[in-house]
């Protein structure tokens, strides 16, 4: 009998195309996602933003899957050379002294997500340029001042409501000491992961959402008021996770969970 040649090529080829692909896919994982974190001022004596920021890199870098540059003016955002090194920008800050950064600098970060990379917010973050319109849509909700509120700092239960989605994956329901945003500002779709109930409100507040914003992802984390939210364990997963998640669409196996 002929031995079936044109078979077992294209049987080769196919095992040859499945083990590349992995290759790819595992040298992809090891490759270190390059993070701008920018960070600056707040509103002091309320948030001690450079803990906030420190804490925040830390996280990043002991899981093992980040390369972490932090700069303290927003004004970095006017350089489009500058963001293109990066894969992901991650904001820890409310700029009160730089409430506007200008229109080069808006179009840099619209851009920037739109083409395809990641973008994540944090806490109070998102009440930064306030009169800036898309950055509110790009944050998907955001904190409007002498709207959006929260009652005491104190333990409060958020819910895991989304359990297949890659940044909570695995993750059971939680107590955290922090402040329960509530009433944050928007109306656009956004894809609720983590929730809570809010005294303060007496409505159910999203606490941790994702969106698309053109061809990229944005992840909004409303917790974090300091280092002790920050450095939760569950916390620390689900930040290391929706940076992870922004720059890259997926979640790799977790390193530190």
């Known amino acids: 009998m002929a031995r079936p040649f044109g078979l077992g090529l294209v049987l080769f080829a196919a095992i040859g195309c499945i083990l590349f692909g992995d290759r790819v896919f595992a ?19 309320f948030h001690d933003w450079r803990d906030i920021s420190e804490s925040t890199r830390d996280v990043l870098v002991a899981s093992g899957r980040f390369d972490v540059v932090v700069c303290e003016d927003p004004l970095i955002l006017e350089s489009k050379q500058a963001l293109d090194a990066y894969d992901v920008i991650v904001f820890t800050l409310f700029n009160k002294s730089v ?23 944090q806490h109070l973050a998102s009440a930064s340029m306030p009169d800036w319109d898309e950055f509110g849509k790009l944050c998907g909700r955001r904190w409007v001042m002498g709207v959006s509120g929260h009652g005491p700092r104190e333990v409060f239960k958020a819910k895991v409501t989304k359990t297949k989605h890659p940044i909570t994956k695995g ?21 609720v992961l983590i929730e809570a109930d809010s005294p303060w409100s007496k409505n159910t507040e999203p606490l941790l959402f994702t969106l698309s914003y053109g061809k990229g992802r944005v992840v909004n984390n409303a917790f974090g008021h300091d280092f002790k939210a920050i450095k939760h364990p ?24």
Not at 103 to 121: E, I
């Open 171 to 191: 993750l059971t329901d939680f107590d955290i000491f922090d402040e329960l945003y509530s009433k944050m500002q928007g109306s656009g779709p956004i894809e």
């Open 27 to 45: 040298a992809e994982a090891a490759k270190p996602i390059r993070v701008l974190l920018i960070a600056g001022d707040d509103v002091a004596p």
């Open 234 to 257: 569950t916390m620390k997963k689900i930040i290391a996770r929706s940076v992870e998640w922004a720059a890259t669409g997926r979640v790799a196996k977790p390193v530190t969970d």
């Open 99 to 121: 409430p506007d950064v200008g229109k080069d600098a808006r179009k840099n970060l619209l851009d920037f997500v739109k083409k395809g990379k990641g973008f994540y917010v």
